[in-house]
RNA sequence: CGGAGUGUGGCGCAGUUGGUAGCGCGGGUCGUUUGGGACGAUCAGGUCGCAGGUUCGAAUCCUGUCACUCCGACCA
């Protein structure tokens, strides 16, 4: 492509809109526009790249047996009233002339469970792993950052059918290995973790987490061993023993005004692991209270499944005063209003003389201690956890953190879907059974963005070789000059020849103009045609080792691009 | 859905106590330039998000509404 014909209009500054760098970058670069919130145009440099990253995934997920499929955006309510999750808050509906109403697809388990029933029947006809790439809805509560949170994006989804747990497992692990592959080629530093599978369900799942310093997640890995989780999942180790400091006497101080953790150690001047914050929850419709150590959060998910409930919100404001006795931010264990079950984070078995709310307005309770001044109806893991807590598996080692982008979440189903759909097999024996089922998400365009996320500077994106949108280019100096016009256009045929993709920068334009949006747009390998020309010769650069330029005869030139291709590809793998 | 913020030429912004809109970049044309976002001349381009209200007069004040961004909730 020659770049006086291309259409990549580059921005010199950088759009109000755009906090994230990824997404000012795209906009910068041409790579895309925005249409709606979430929702974005690619302009040809994003959709070359995205092609890219699709033909990789594509490459990896065929090499096990993923066999491409097209389903529709148009999903049939019915469909989803099968599983129950027509009732999902972030499907966009809509409804056609007949009233028929309509979803457009956030995932397409129905959609493909329904073609295997129909046409699965049985156990010799799997293993079977269907996939496709394709435009997913999803009415986010908040798009964010471009690329990497919109309602609308680019989703890679399998899905694998067997007749085993074995069967299962082997494929579910070739998935595991050949996104790891994906990720590696697309020259992302990635790491898989255990992870919440949040209301989809099934056993086994992982995320694969692109590692960067903006990542919207935390994931924490042991110093020691292999562990790895998403924090919101990793699991803290029980206390091995139970450790109370020597109970003082407990009293009531006044601290008016001071409802927040923060506010009551700076007016009572202590730390906040001194305090037990007790949070009022409605799990199931009943009130409970959860109480974890002041400087902890407490863990919704991992609560959910301590409690035994199906769901568990934070109360409203008018349920603590009705329970406690006192307006929000004074509640506490010791002399509610109402009887509640108490759950208490297992951290709180150690330590002692705890600072809790009074359940009266503008009071604390000094000198509490669990189980001697109120009885803890359960104990339990309920809280997130952090860089430093003791590792859940090695029990030696302790968890650090890194900040992460979520690219691909993997799932055992086993049979939630096809039990709901009565997608089922024969087996050898002739037993009617429930097919196994594995779900396999991966974000294109998340991993699009999180590619810039994680290779940029001052100057542009850097892209891996693997997903730049061009792989060299040639930046004629002069275009006046016509020997410079000609050997630049000579290279041009003879790169293309050698299946380089190439983009000849041939614009009107000063050459500092060329030279920054070929750095904006991060173009790997560039080519420099200019002076060098005298004594045949022109200079190559890699984008990513900034000013360093080798000079290169341009007879042996087309021989030294292929094969610094060739090197920073491998450098990949 | 809660909290905060922003809407003024394609992009980034200014606009005072209310007096009828301006700067930089970008774009067109001409000329000079041509190895790191050139210079001069000249031209074009704006329902000031939208609606209603106050006023002799509104980008500016009031009410409503929409859109976008960020923090949180949420995230199948």
Redo the contacts with the bound molecule.
Sequence with gaps: MKASQLFF????????????IS?QLLL?GGFVR?V????YSYLPLGWRVHEKISQIVREEVNAFGGQEIHMPVLVPKELLDE???S?????FGLKDRNQREFFLG??HEEVVTDIVRNTVHSWKQMPLYLYQIQTKE?D???????L??GREFTMFDGYSFDYSEEKLDVIYRANYTAYGRVFRRCGLEYLAVEA?????GGSENHEFMVLTENG??TVLRCDTCTYAANA?RAEIPEPTEIVHSQPVASEVVSTPGAHTVDEVCAFLKVEASQLIKTIICMADGKPVAALVRGDR?LN??KFVRVVGAKSV??ADAATVIRVTGAPVGFAGPVGLAEPLPIYADNELKQGGNYIVGANQADAHRTGVTPDHDFRVTTWGDIRTAVAGDKCPRCEEGHLTDARGIEVG?IFKLGTKYSKDMQAVYQSETGEKLPILMGCY?LGVSRTLASAIEAHHDE??IVWPITIAPYEVSI?L?????EA?VAAGQRLYSELREQKVDVLLEDR?????????????IGIPI?I??????ATGE??V?LRREK?I?TAVPLTDLVNHIVQLIEAEKSRLL
Aim: charged fraction near 35%; avoid cysteine.
């Design positions: 209009p580059t921005l010199r500054e950088v759009p109000r809109e755009a906090e994230l997404h910068r925005s709606a919130a979430g929702v599983t129950g999750r009732a999902v808050p972030v499907l956030f995932t999803r986010e509560p908040r798009p964010r950052g471009g990497i949170r919440d599978p949040g209301a989809i919207e997640d919101e959060d919704l998910p919100e934070l979440h998400g100057n542009g930046v100096t002069n275009m006046k000059d410079i009107e334009e000063r050459t500092g103009v060329k030279f920054k949006d070929m750095e904006l560039q420099v045609v200019g002076k060098g020309l022109v200079e650069s000013g330029r």
